[in-house]
């Protein structure tokens, strides 16, 4: 195992304080290499874990997709969501959704598809896509506690007209563990917004899903190649025995 590097870092709480504490820098075994990552300046990002996308008779569902493959991700993001609020880790939850005027959503955007499943049509769960609408809630299994921020965007990257980068950026934190869904839409979309403003991004492949395994393999293909060229990749086992240690101590 690396050494372990203890630095002064102050710890996020839950709330705007914050206590100084030693926290490490561990190296996770990721691709295309080894990540060192700082603790104390690292933030879970949880991409769209939505009751539409994820839940029988919500919008993904509707469309003919196959959520079984989606819900496969749900087991290792409960892990990692428990281990990241263990060790007193930023946890930011991101919604897409839409307000109910549909003001900020794209023509373009909401004219695509079939009229009765389009953004803002009454859908099984609800308008679809449209904030406070039951599809637009997160999951029971990964729903947010006090402390931790909900975000949420109307368009496929969590940084676009979002409060994300001010959040990150005032808490002094440069790492981010990413984890949801879909891989090769909001996911990617998110990995490659986080590289363009200087964020070290590593996303969690079991903790990410696609209605369509050759897009999600593809799109890790190209986050990875070139050295990294959007962000790093690596199973959650590897995060979690990273972890471990400072779970136990928080």
Same mark, same amino acid.
């Given at each position: 195992?690396?050494? %372990?590097l203890?630095?002064r870092?102050?710890?996020?709480?839950?709330?705007?304080?914050?206590?100084?504490?030693?926290?490490?820098?561990?190296?996770?075994?990721?691709? +295309?290499? +080894?990540?060192?990552?700082?603790?104390?300046?690292?933030?879970?990002?949880?991409?769209?874990?939505?009751?539409d996308?994820?839940?029988?008779?919500?919008?993904?569902?509707?469309?003919?997709n196959?959520i079984?493959?989606?819900k496969?991700?749900? =087991?290792p993001c409960?892990?990692?969501?428990?281990?990241?609020r263990?060790? =007193?880790?930023?946890?930011?939850?991101?919604?897409? =959704?839409?307000?109910?005027?549909?003001?900020?959503?794209?023509?373009?955007?909401?004219?695509?598809?079939?009229?009765?499943?389009?953004?803002?049509a009454l859908g099984?769960?609800?308008r679809?896509?449209?904030?406070?609408e +039951?599809?637009?809630?997160?999951?029971?299994?990964?729903?947010?506690?006090?402390?931790?921020?909900?975000?949420?965007?109307?368009?496929?990257g969590?940084?676009?007209?979002?409060?994300l980068?001010?959040?990150?950026?005032?808490?002094?934190?440069?790492h981010?563990?990413?984890?949801?869904?879909?891989?090769?839409?909001?996911?990617q979309?998110?990995?490659?917004?986080?590289n363009?403003r200087?964020?070290d991004?590593l996303l969690?492949?079991?903790?990410?899903?696609?209605?369509?395994?050759?897009?999600?393999?593809?799109? %890790?293909?190209?986050?990875?190649?070139?050295?990294? %060229?959007?962000?790093?990749?690596a199973a959650?086992?590897?995060?979690?025995?990273?972890?471990?240690?400072?779970?136990?101590?928080a």
């Amino acid at each position: 195992m690396a050494p %372990i590097l203890l630095v002064r870092r102050r710890r996020y709480t839950g709330t705007d304080q914050h206590v100084e504490a030693a926290l490490p820098v561990r190296t996770i075994a990721a691709e +295309p290499e +080894p990540l060192a990552v700082d603790i104390g300046r690292m933030a879970l990002v949880i991409i769209d874990m939505q009751r539409d996308f994820l839940e029988p008779g919500g919008f993904g569902a509707a469309l003919g997709n196959d959520i079984s493959r989606l819900k496969s991700a749900v =087991g290792p993001c409960v892990d990692v969501l428990a281990a990241a609020r263990r060790a =007193g880790i930023l946890i930011i939850h991101t919604r897409e =959704g839409h307000r109910a005027d549909l003001t900020d959503a794209p023509p373009i955007k909401v004219e695509r598809g079939d009229p009765a499943m389009r953004i803002g049509a009454l859908g099984p769960m609800g308008r679809i896509l449209v904030r406070g609408e +039951p599809g637009n809630q997160i999951i029971p299994e990964l729903k947010p506690v006090p402390g931790e921020l909900v975000i949420d965007k109307p368009g496929k990257g969590a940084f676009h007209s979002t409060s994300l980068h001010h959040e990150l950026l005032r808490r002094g934190l440069t790492h981010l563990l990413v984890m949801g869904v879909t891989t090769e839409v909001c996911v990617q979309t998110s990995m490659r917004e986080a590289n363009d403003r200087g964020y070290d991004a590593l996303l969690l492949e079991d903790c990410t899903e696609s209605y369509f395994p050759a897009f999600k393999a593809a799109a %890790i293909e190209m986050i990875v190649a070139q050295g990294g %060229i959007v962000g790093w990749c690596a199973a959650s086992a590897q995060l979690l025995q990273a972890m471990a240690p400072l779970g136990a101590a928080a």
